[in-house]
């Protein structure tokens, strides 16, 4: 049996194994895949897995003998679900193996904004406490987090991860999802509106998938309405803020910072207005690849594999 791996490298650059995959047959494993090639290098397999490259019904009508995808991320808007069902071919995803590390990822953007320890760093490094006359000195302005309130849209894994920690910083929590889970238990927690969460929160952090309602939900007249002295963060996905509108509020200081992993077009582009905008922290995408999460998905995506061969198909998004 043929295994194609479409583009392995984030999943894994070199530090874990695909010896769990490998053992079920031929196995390629590319890095990369540029679009024009995918067909060619998935010929003959009847088992590929991608990350981020698309297969979609030009692809899928190429590649007779096709019996499963396994996306090697949550998100599986890659590949032409309903093209794939079609022809018989499951596909499943890898629902969750990174909520701590996303949460923790959320805090290390919101105590980056508030403490400054890796401007600090850099500016004793620069010789600034050296050449300084007091014992200490600060750069930017320090800000407690006790008793400050956060506002988590999207109430899932990783906004009630992200609420834990909080609650753990002496916060108070607004919380906005559509499906309203049992919170029962939870201190210093309160369901809100959207309205609430922007007019109310210091904090405001986006936990909700991309869908068309929440496209751009970081918007103008959303922005407007969050105090001067707010941070938002998103570490979810790109297009929830416009872009455009993000960039204008920062260097208007109509919110005080923002901290994002994730932006509308991934890489960027260079005139993208959010590279220079200003108090704008921005990571590359890395919230999920703790060696951690990219071990426990590569096992899921083996578990899931496993499961499909023996007939027991788990973890399917197009059955
Ligand atoms: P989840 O499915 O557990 O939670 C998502 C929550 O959003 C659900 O409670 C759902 O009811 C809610 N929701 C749906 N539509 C909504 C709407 N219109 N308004 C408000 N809330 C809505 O998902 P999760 O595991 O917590 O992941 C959340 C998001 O984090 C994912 O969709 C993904 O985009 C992102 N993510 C990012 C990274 C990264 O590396 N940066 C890694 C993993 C996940």
């Known amino acids: 049996m043929k295994i194609v791996v479409l583009d392995g490298y984030t999943l894994n650059p070199g530090d874990l194994s695909w010896d769990r995959i490998k053992k079920h047959g031929d196995t390629v494993i590319y890095d990369h895949t540029p ?3 995918t067909v060619e290098r998935a010929k003959g397999a009847e088992i590929v897995f991608t990350n981020k490259t698309p297969l979609g019904e ?9 019996k499963y995808i396994g996306v090697l991320a949550t998100g599986y808007n890659v590949v032409d679900i309903e ?40 500016a004793v490094h620069n ?22 309130t956060m506002g988590i849209i999207g109430f899932g894994r990783i906004g009630q991860a992200v609420a834990d920690l909080a609650e753990a910083f002496g916060m108070n929590v607004l919380a906005y999802d559509i499906y309203k889970s049992d919170q029962t238990g939870r201190k210093n927690f309160k369901w809100a509106e959207l309205d609430e969460i922007f007019t109310q ?7 909700c998938p991309l869908f068309p309602e929440t496209k751009g939900i970081i918007n103008r007249d959303n922005l407007k309405k969050m105090k001067k002295t707010a941070f938002l963060v998103n570490t979810s996905r790109g297009p929830l803020v416009v872009d455009e509108d993000l960039a204008d509020a920062l260097n208007n200081d109509v919110i005080a910072g923002a901290a994002l992993d994730v932006l509308s077009v991934e890489p960027p582009k260079k005139d993208n207005p959010l590279l220079t905008a200003k108090n704008c922290i921005i990571t590359p995408h890395i919230a999920w690849a703790t060696k951690e999460a990219r071990a426990r998905l590569m096992d899921i995506a083996a578990d899931n594999l496993e499961a499909f061969l023996a007939g027991k198909i788990i973890n399917a998004v197009n059955m």
């Open 35 to 37: 679009y024009d090639k």
């Open 58 to 66: 030009k692809e899928l009508s190429q590649l007779d003998g096709l």
């Open 83 to 122: 093209a794939a069902k079609r022809r018989n071919i499951v596909v499943t995803n890898v629902p969750t193996y990174g909520t701590k590390s996303v949460a923790q990822m959320t805090f290390a953007l919101i105590l980056e904004m508030t403490q400054h320890v890796q401007r600090h760093s850099d």
């Open 127 to 148: 010789g600034d406490w050296t050449n300084c006359r007091d014992f200490c000195f600060w750069n930017y302005p320090l800000i407690e987090l006790d008793g400050k």
């Open 201 to 207: 929160s210091d904090i405001v952090s986006l936990h």
